[in-house]
Nanobody
């Protein structure tokens, strides 16, 4: 079965950085695009970033463009989200997902506060 395990979240001050990881299993990872979503309490789940199967094409929400970088290592079945210049409004639970599968991991909490 499709399994996604997010990690790397934590608590940081504004302007800080975190690198999230999502290890995938249960499917041929290299064939699929991957996405990062986030959801803050009381808010809709928001698509943050997308990366194509080869890693050669990426897209970002306007709110994170220039600050976040999505990447992947197909040999490790892992997709990453490098988050720099973090803002309080980035506080959320972050999830990864393959668009073609209706499967979510537990997410990893990111808290940005002073």
């Amino acid at each position: 079965q499709v399994q996604l395990v997010e990690s790397g979240g934590g608590s940081v001050q504004p302007g800080g950085s975190l690198r999230l990881s999502c290890e995938a299993s249960g499917f041929t990872f290299s064939l699929y695009a991957m996405m990062w979503y986030r959801q803050a309490p009381g808010k809709e789940r928001e698509l943050v970033a997308t990366i194509r199967s080869t890693g050669g094409s990426t897209n970002y929400a306007d709110s994170v463009k220039g600050r976040f970088t999505i990447s992947r290592d197909n040999a490790k079945n892992t997709v990453y989200l490098q988050m720099d210049s973090l803002k309080p409004e980035d506080t959320a639970v972050y999830y990864c997902k393959a668009p073609v599968f209706n499967s979510w991991g537990q997410g990893t909490q990111v808290t940005v506060s002073s």
